[in-house]
């Protein structure tokens, strides 16, 4: 079971720009530091702004920064924005569900228990909590060029 | 977020299983009946007779059935048995993690603890519980021939 890349590239960006406190950040900072795909940050880039989780400014001095506090940023809101679904097992997704059980099986109502058992778990979260280590890994970040 | 095809179908042998309360079933009819690949079965069926979850007997009137009690197969010991592992995010996999953020980031511990919340949930059912429309599930099964 794992979430996709994509969430969690999401969530490291955020993370940075959680530890970043001065001025914005840029795709190519986020994928040297990373060593992450510019390509692939691209597009979490793009989508976490949709979404409205970060803002961005474009430009010679633009970049990208926080849209509002770490601490108003939950982990369950960013992973329920950018996993693509939440498809636990095939009877979860309409299109694709051929199962003969059907409603009969008792199987999928666990199994989305489950799955708002572990989304509630990061409900309790923040990008604040993530970077709770501010000290330590704001020493990570690089320095002024 | 979903959990491999293979837990899936690991799954549905185990509830057709528990629902078949006369002899034993074979990988034909369990292929028919959720029409589903028998390629896929032969392995599941096999790794679910490792794991001691079904016993299964060759020869012309041979088949599977359940080792124990569907009372006594918890639906979340399958699931840690079938899924290929529990990396939710890279950092989670010790081969493929190259996140500079290391054991300062809290999101580990943080999608850990959702992680065992999701398994934790899946521990309170058994086999039984999925199941327990026994006489709607039962009318499904295929009749002698």
């Known amino acids: 079971m794992q979430l996709t890349r994509y969430t969690d590239y999401s969530l490291r960006v955020l993370v940075y720009l959680g530890m970043k406190t001065d001025g ?3 795709i190519t900072e986020l994928a040297e530091f990373y060593a992450i795909s510019r390509n692939h940050l691209v597009k979490v880039v793009h ?5 409205g989780f970060i803002n961005t ?3 010679k001095h633009g970049g990208m920064a926080l849209a ?6 939950g982990i369950g809101d960013v992973v329920r924005r950018t996993e693509p679904n939440f498809h636990i097992a095939e009877c979860f997704n309409p299109t694709a569900d051929h199962c003969v059980l059907g409603p009969n099986c008792r199987l999928k109502s666990m199994l989305n228990e489950a799955n708002l058992a572990f989304l509630g778990v990061l409900d309790r979260y923040t990008i604040a909590d993530a970077v709770a280590n ?3 890994l704001a020493s990570l970040l690089p320095g002024p060029k």
Chains 1, 2 share one sequence.
Do not use: E, K, M, V
């Open 24 to 26: 914005w950040a840029t």
């Open 57 to 59: 400014l474009r430009g």
């Open 134 to 136: 501010q000290g330590l």
């Open 68 to 73: 509002r506090a770490p601490g108003l940023i």
């Open 47 to 51: 989508h976490l702004a949709q979404q």
